[in-house]
């Protein structure tokens, strides 16, 4: 449990914030009355331009394109309903609270509501927007005096053109709550679930019910509300996935955009993602900035991991290879799989993967890297086989080939691809169909060598993570394939007899 903040913490953390506000925003004391009224205007009518030269501390970069279209939806519609699940440093609850200031001091909205998942968060939630009313320069200097002596506490108050603010948490009584006559036409939701609270499906539904039954209906049907929730992902089934399905508008944005780069470059680099990226495990990167929390599956509980015999002195080894877009998905980058898989007698040995989000032609590089191991380890033949089902016949044809024979004339070597085309079942079926009984009767095996490579270390994480909503299965995919692909290559060759039962093994358990 978090430690509570004293109030003389409070306090120094109020003086500092307050400080910075008035260090922020200094105003010019030159300045004509007309040219102030034809800068305000100006400004008005250029929201952007408004956000950076009344929050210079909060506008520290410029936005990105989905900053600006989220902008605009907001202040083009006085009805709209926003589901924001921007990942961690994208700014979702700074550009919520310029919008909502804009709203407020331009005299569009004048009753706004913070809700988040407990009374004290949602205060604290508040708290910029108190500070700025009360000491931002700017702000006074061209809309006037906001604090309204008696009515200005930390979790409500009200300025003195009648714009009323105050914080809720989840389970408290919204009802009644007015500004004069104005029913709540703001209703900002931010930070609404917890970890701990979404393990308990029952809470959930509960809080759903009380944001739906007790919230929303504080509004005014007959005026405009915005309503605005901000939150990640965090699990399946939340608040946040399930006010996604009702809003006009849910924007997912992840740390990085479909093309594999950053989806704020203007401030948030590469190297900076991947440092934080390698200093987390994959489960927590993919929960916290790619909206998809790995819960946990239920179908792969253990994880084999023991030495893999020589490739050479394999029955069958198969390099299987994933790029997962259809052709109606021809992205520079998505989340593609590669492995080498070897069958010796029961057993299949998961020697070699690569898992990972990259751009088509490291996907094609490792192919080759994959070949060149097999070859150096003697494999003689080398079977390699690419998904290639109806939808992306024309990727493999148009994207991947090509980049198959750059490689080829450049390394001066041959690469024994063959498209795998048959016609497969549904993807959670056939990979649980497929690999659940190897893997339950020990008869998959990770690479223990390799189990600290990072490659490896996300093809388990999907297996462990494996189940019918899960969005990346792309590794469990392929092992898939390669799995079939070698049964098939031992059903033609009729080698090795079928047991019943696995060999007992010294194995290393996840």
């Avoid at 979702?92 to 407020?104: D, F, P």
């Avoid at 080894?317 to 998905?329: L, Q």
Wanted: aromatic share 10%; proline share 5%; with cysteine.
């Amino acid at each position: 449990m978090a430690k509570k903040v004293s109030n003389k913490e409070y306090l120094d953390i109020w003086r500092e914030f307050c400080e910075n506000m008035d260090n922020a925003t200094p105003i010019d004391l030159t300045e004509s009355h007309g040219a102030k009224l034809r800068r305000i205007a100006h400004l008005e009518k250029n929201p952007e331009e408004w956000f950076k030269y009344y929050f210079p501390n909060y506008y520290t970069s410029e936005p990105a394109d989905f900053h600006i279209k989220a902008t605009r939806r907001v202040l083009a519609n006085a009805e709209w309903y926003e589901v924001r699940s921007w990942a961690r440093e994208l700014s979702k609850s700074g550009r919520t609270m310029m919008e909502v200031l804009y709203l407020a001091m331009t005299g569009k909205k004048k009753n706004i509501l913070l809700i988040s998942n407990s009374a004290d968060n949602a205060e604290r939630l508040l708290l910029p927007y108190k500070g700025i009313l009360e000491r931002n320069n700017r702000i006074i200097a061209d809309y006037g005096i906001q604090k309204k002596v008696g009515s200005w506490e930390a979790s409500e108050f009200k300025t003195r053109k009648g714009v009323s603010f105050r914080a809720i948490g989840a389970g408290q009584s919204p009802r009644g709550t007015r500004n004069d006559a104005s029913r709540p036409d703001v209703i900002l939701i931010d930070d609404i679930d917890t970890d701990e609270f979404c393990r308990n499906i029952e809470l959930v539904k509960e809080r759903v019910k009380w944001i739906e039954q007790a919230l929303i209906p504080t509004r005014s049907i007959s005026n405009g509300l915005l309503l605005i929730a901000c939150g990640n992902i965090i699990a399946k089934y939340c608040c946040i996935t399930e006010m996604g399905k009702k809003a006009d508008k849910w924007d997912i944005i992840n740390i990085r955009d479909k093309d594999g780069n950053s989806s704020w470059p203007q401030k948030n680099k590469e190297e900076a993602i991947k440092r934080v990226e390698s200093s987390i495990s994959y489960e927590s990167f993919q929960k916290e900035y790619c909206n998809n929390p790995m819960d946990g599956g239920d179908t792969f509980k253990d994880i084999l991991f023991d030495k893999c015999p020589q490739l050479r002195h394999c029955d069958t080894v198969v390099i299987y290879a994933d790029p997962a877009p259809s052709n109606s998905d021809k992205t520079n980058a998505s989340s593609k799989a590669i492995v080498i898989l070897a069958c010796k007698g029961i057993h299949y040995y998961l020697y070699k993967v690569w898992v990972d989000q990259m751009s088509n032609a490291q996907f094609c590089e490792y192919l080759f890297e994959a070949h060149d191991i097999c070859k150096r380890a003697g494999v003689d033949p080398v079977y390699i086989w690419i998904e290639n089902n109806s939808l992306q016949n024309p990727f493999y044809e148009q994207v991947i080939l090509p980049h198959i024979y750059r490689l080829e004339s450049e390394l001066k070597t041959s690469l024994p691809i063959r498209p795998d085309d048959r016609k497969k079942p549904e993807k959670y079926a056939r990979i649980e169909g497929t690999l659940e009984p190897l893997n339950r009767l020990g008869r998959l095996i990770f690479n223990l060598m390799e189990k600290a490579n990072p490659h490896m270390e996300r093809m388990v994480a999907q297996f462990t993570n494996f189940n019918r909503k899960a969005k990346l299965m792309d590794g469990p995919d392929a092992v898939e394939g390669a799995v079939k692909k070698a049964q098939d290559i031992s059903i033609s060759n009729s080698t090795g007899a079928i047991e019943s039962f696995p060999r007992k093994a010294n194995k290393h358990r996840m």
